[in-house]
């Protein structure tokens, strides 16, 4: 946890490619779960539970957060979380699952870049974090 905390307070905002959109342009291998024209899914290389599924938008359209989400973002919000349901049925979290979208370097966000994190396959704990 230490290091997902470092991370994200040495993360800085850029306009220089982050390790997504990397992944995007196959630069960066990933395990690719889901992909259609706006959306890339693929799973976590350090996962928080049996299950973690990263769900990105391909074009990052000034959407580094979700704190910087403008009017113009709302299909692509709304199509990320669809998306992760989907996700999730195709991966058999049947009896649930957690959605985490972290935000600033509080929120733990260490990509600017917006994300989706689909996390299942185990009891999940309340209160999170």
């Given at each position: 946890?230490?290091?997902?905390?470092?991370?994200?307070?040495?993360?800085?905002?850029s306009d220089s490619p982050t390790i997504f959109d990397?992944?995007?342009?196959?630069?960066?291998?990933?395990?690719?779960?889901?992909?259609?024209?706006?959306?890339?899914?693929?799973?976590?290389?350090?996962?928080?539970?049996?299950?973690?599924?990263?769900?990105?938008?391909?074009?990052?359209?000034?959407?580094?957060?979700?704190?910087?989400?403008?009017?113009?973002?709302?299909?692509?919000?709304?199509?990320?979380?669809?998306?992760?349901?989907?996700?999730?049925?195709?991966?058999?979290?049947?009896?649930?699952?957690?959605?985490?979208?972290?935000?600033g370097p509080q929120g733990c966000q260490s990509v600017?870049?917006?994300?989706?994190?689909?996390?299942?396959?185990?009891?999940?704990?309340?209160?999170?974090?």
């Amino acid at each position: 946890m230490a290091s997902e905390t470092e991370a994200a307070l040495a993360a800085t905002l850029s306009d220089s490619p982050t390790i997504f959109d990397k992944i995007i342009s196959k630069e960066i291998p990933s395990t690719v779960v889901y992909e259609d024209d706006k959306v890339l899914a693929f799973r976590d290389v350090n996962p928080q539970g049996p299950i973690h599924i990263l769900l990105i938008p391909k074009v990052r359209d000034g959407l580094t957060g979700l704190s910087k989400a403008e009017e113009r973002h709302i299909d692509i919000l709304g199509r990320l979380l669809y998306t992760a349901k989907l996700v999730a049925k195709q991966e058999g979290l049947d009896e649930g699952f957690r959605i985490v979208i972290n935000d600033g370097p509080q929120g733990c966000q260490s990509v600017y870049h917006i994300h989706v994190h689909l996390i299942g396959g185990r009891q999940m704990n309340w209160p999170p974090g």
